[in-house]
């Protein structure tokens, strides 16, 4: 005798299957998990926190890097050295602006401080605090 199943015997039929194969899935996954080493996850987390330590250091050297490079670009570009660079306005020669806050922040990158920026390129301590705090605005408000 053949059965005629109606639409929501179907879906019951269909919810018992998707039921067992869900069961299936948690009983082969408990079974896995149950498997697993503690020490073994022990230590691929200590490898995974290491690895993380070490990818936070190389970043900060190619930007401690980055900031050399910039520095060294912009005292090869300019046509005097940095401490030449103390142009007055009856020296006839132009001041390089860019090039010079360029420098300030390279500088300030690599960890200088104000007193010695403002040493190496010539200009005032306020002037560079001034520019570094430009610097950190603009920083600012690309991120948001």
Same mark, same amino acid.
């Given at each position: 005798m053949m059965i005629i199943l109606?639409? #929501? @015997?179907?879906?019951?039929?269909g919810q !018992?299957?998707?039921?067992?194969?869900?069961?299936?899935?948690?009983?082969?996954m408990y079974r896995k998990l149950k498997m697993l080493d503690v020490q073994k996850v022990e230590r691929i987390i200590n490898i995974l926190k #290491? @690895?993380?330590?070490?990818?936070?250091? !190389?970043?900060d050297a190619l930007k401690k890097n980055e900031a050399l490079s910039n520095?060294?670009?912009?005292?090869?570009?300019?046509?005097e050295t940095p401490k030449d660079s103390r142009n007055t306005p009856t020296s006839g020669k132009p001041i390089?602006?860019?090039?010079?806050?360029?420098?300030v922040i390279a500088l300030w990158k690599i960890g200088k401080g104000l007193p010695e920026i403002a040493d190496?390129?010539?200009?005032a301590p306020g002037e560079v605090e001034i520019i570094i705090s430009l610097a950190k605005a603009k920083k600012l408000a690309i991120k948001n």
């Open positions: 109606d639409y #929501k @015997g179907m879906l019951a039929i !018992i299957l998707l039921d067992l194969a869900l069961l299936c899935i948690i009983f082969f #290491k @690895g993380e330590e070490l990818s936070r250091g !190389i970043e520095s060294l670009a912009c005292v090869l570009n300019s046509k390089d602006k860019n090039g010079l806050h360029n420098q190496i390129t010539g200009l």
